[in-house]
């Protein structure tokens, strides 16, 4: 940003309006996700030219193309955090207690999922 002409506190007040809750990137479909582009560049117009070029060659297609559709098409990875496996870390090491093989206890483990799923159905 700095080669065309954006300064640090610019940046700082740009990157919650491209990368937070609210930003270009995290749009919910398509026309937010244009809609959102509009704001950003009413509201940055007035910053640096070459920047707003720059954003409309390049930049707001590939944030949407490589950033926000595959974020809307596999939700679940969007949202994953590293919390979410710790309760199975747990179960796994007091069962395991770091004595048995734990490939052996893992394979029994997907087995015995795949049996609960075929009772279910």
Same mark, same amino acid.
């Given at each position: 940003?700095?080669?065309?002409?954006?300064?640090?506190?610019?940046?700082?007040?740009?990157?919650?309006?491209?990368?937070?809750?609210?930003?270009?990137?995290?749009?919910?479909?398509?026309?937010?996700?244009?809609?959102?582009?509009?704001?950003?560049?009413?509201?940055?117009?007035?910053?640096?030219?070459?920047?707003? !070029?720059?954003?409309?060659?390049? &930049? @707001?297609?590939?944030?949407?193309? #490589?950033?926000?559709?595959?974020?809307?098409?596999?939700? $679940?990875?969007?949202?994953?955090?590293?919390?979410?496996? !710790?309760?199975?870390?747990?179960? &796994? @090491?007091?069962?395991?207690?770091? #004595?048995?093989?734990?490939?052996?206890?893992?394979?029994? $483990?997907?087995?015995?999922?795949?049996?609960?799923?075929?009772?279910?159905?």
């Amino acid at each position: 940003m700095t080669d065309v002409g954006i300064g640090l506190n610019d940046r700082k007040q740009m990157m919650p309006n491209i990368f937070g809750q609210t930003g270009i990137v995290s749009a919910d479909d398509t026309v937010c996700f244009e809609e959102r582009c509009s704001e950003f560049e009413q509201q940055y117009s007035s910053t640096s030219e070459p920047f707003l !070029e720059y954003f409309r060659r390049r &930049l @707001k297609a590939n944030w949407q193309h #490589k950033v926000n559709e595959p974020s809307r098409k596999a939700p $679940l990875c969007h949202k994953w955090m590293n919390n979410k496996c !710790e309760s199975i870390n747990h179960i &796994l @090491k007091q069962t395991v207690n770091w #004595k048995t093989d734990f490939a052996q206890l893992a394979y029994e $483990l997907v087995i015995g999922q795949f049996k609960e799923v075929k009772r279910a159905l």
